[in-house]
Each structure stands twice: as C-alpha cells, then as structure tokens.
C-alpha cells in the first residue's frame, strides 16, 4: 500500500478550473494504476478517472470527459487531476486511490479534498 495525500481543493464560481494533486509515499508509485473518486453529500462515492502505472491509458467518468485531464509524475509521486468548466453538480470530496494493476481493486486511499463549485 501507499499513503496518499491530496490537495487544491477549494471554493470556485461555475466555468472556473481546478487542479488537484495526490502526493504518494513509498518508492514504488510507478507501479501503481491510480485513480480519482468524489463523493458529494447524500450521495454514493463515484469514480472519476483513472491512469495507468506508466500514464499511457486513461479512463474518465462520462460527465466528465473533456472537461477533466487526469495525469501522473512519477518523479514526483504525483497524480494530478485538471478540472475545467466545473460545474455545481461538480462539487464533491475528491479522493485520490492506488491499485497495483489496472484490473485489480482498489486499496489504498487518501483523506480526500474538498470541491465546491458556485453557480
């Protein structure tokens, strides 16, 4: 497992963009397919994309593909997710997760960052 940390969350008006990052411990981020979640009030944790170890394939929740870029530094230790066009049904707590493979579940998850978007 990996500890994840996440940040860039905040309060932003509708149309505005976001950047959010997990920070990973442990030498061996690389190896890990990460992901990105979000949970807003009342409502189940929902997937919202995801990158493999080596950043070549990536996968977006249909409301967000083309307004979301999930990316990866693995000198860093960084998975990235770029937010554009957000909209108030975008306001969540987003979650940064690990998994080993990209078939495999997920187990190893952040504390999560807050977004919320005005209209």
């Known amino acids: 497992q990996v500890q994840l940390v996440e940040s860039g969350g905040g309060l932003v008006q509708a149309g505005d963009s976001l950047r959010l990052s997990c920070a990973a411990s442990?030498?061996?981020?690389?190896?890990?397919?990460m992901g990105w979640f979000r949970q807003a009030p009342g409502k189940d944790r929902e997937f919202v994309a995801t990158?493999?170890?080596?950043?070549?394939?990536?996968d977006y929740a249909t409301s967000v593909k083309g307004r979301f870029t999930i990316s990866r530094d693995n000198a860093k230790n960084t998975v990235y997710l770029q937010m554009n066009s957000l909209k108030p049904e975008d306001t969540a707590l987003y979650y940064c997760?690990?998994?080993?493979?990209?078939?495999?579940?997920?187990?190893?998850w952040g504390q999560g960052t807050q977004v919320t978007v005005s209209s």
């Open positions: 990158i493999s170890a080596s950043g070549g394939s990536t």
């Open positions: 997760a690990a998994r080993s493979a990209w078939f495999a579940a997920y187990d190893s």
């Open positions: 442990g030498r061996t981020f690389s190896s890990y397919a």
